[in-house]
């Protein structure tokens, strides 16, 4: 049973930091693609950030330069470090993991970032 497991969200002041981390359960995080995601209120789930096993990251434009996915394969851990945070970052952060040569992607609970002004 694969389980996903966030941390490290919470409230800060425009122009700071943060890192998320999920930690990875029931799989090796090293042979599968994984990712960010994030939901603001309303909205719909859109990509932040994603690593692929090969680590070929991908990320969306509104955070490309400010935001930085990794991955720790000893720790089985994924990252996110959010610097240069913004109001409009402000959502519940999810972490994925697809299964590499399946069609299954598990999510994690999320994480909520609160970015004031």
């Known amino acids: 049973q694969v389980q996903l497991v966030e941390s490290g969200g919470g409230l800060v002041q425009a122009g700071g930091s943060l890192r998320l981390s999920c930690a990875a359960s029931?799989?090796?995080?090293?042979?599968?693609?994984m990712g960010w995601y994030r939901q603001a209120p309303g909205k719909q789930r859109d990509l932040v950030a994603t690593?692929?096993?090969?680590?070929?990251?991908k990320y969306a434009d509104s955070v490309k330069g400010r935001f930085t996915i990794s991955r720790d394969n000893a720790k089985n851990t994924l990252y996110l470090q959010m610097n240069s945070l913004k109001p409009e970052d402000t959502a519940v952060y999810y972490c994925?993991?697809?299964?590499?040569?399946?069609?299954?992607?598990?999510w994690g609970q999320g994480t909520q970032v609160t970015v004031s002004s």
């Open positions: 994925s993991l697809g299964v590499t040569g399946t069609p299954y992607v598990y």
């Open positions: 029931g799989t090796i995080v090293s042979i599968n693609a």
């Open positions: 690593i692929t096993s090969g680590r070929i990251t």
